[in-house]
Nanobody
Framework: QVQLVESGGGLVQAGGSLRLACAAS????????MGWFRQAPGKEREFVAT????????YAVDSVEGRFTISRDNAKNAVNLQMNSLKPEDTGNYYC???????????????????WGQGTQVTVSS
């Protein structure tokens, strides 16, 4: 059974940092793209960042470029999101997700991701 479990969310003041982690289990994730999405109350789920199977190719939404960094450790079946210089508009529930189709990258469409975690809440106060 495939499982993705996020952790690391919390309450932080604007300008602060958080590091989100996603632990994956149930199969090998080393050939699949992984991504982070977020959803604020009353808004649609939004792409944040994605990373290729090897970790060599990453994409992020413009609003977090230069502040957030996505990384992965295939030996540990883990993907992380380092978030710096947080802003109130970064508030939301953050989800990690996985695409089973191997060796593709740069996917921003949440509908193309096959497995999702339950999310971890990030709240940034002004």
């Amino acid at each position: 059974q495939v499982q993705l479990v996020e952790s690391g969310g919390g309450l932080v003041q604007a300008g602060g940092s958080l590091r989100l982690a996603c632990a994956a289990s149930g199969r090998s994730f080393s050939t699949g793209t992984m991504g982070w999405f977020r959803q604020a109350p009353g808004k649609e789920r939004e792409f944040v960042a994605t990373i290729s199977w090897s970790g060599g190719i990453t994409y992020a939404v413009d609003s977090v470029e230069g502040r957030f960094t996505i990384s992965r450790d295939n030996a540990k079946n883990a993907v992380n999101l380092q978030m710096n210089s947080l802003k109130p508009e970064d508030t939301g529930n953050y989800y990690c997700a996985f695409i089973t189709k191997p060796y593709i990258y740069g996917v921003r469409d949440y509908a193309k991701y096959d497995f999702w975690g339950q999310g971890t809440q990030v709240t940034v106060s002004s």
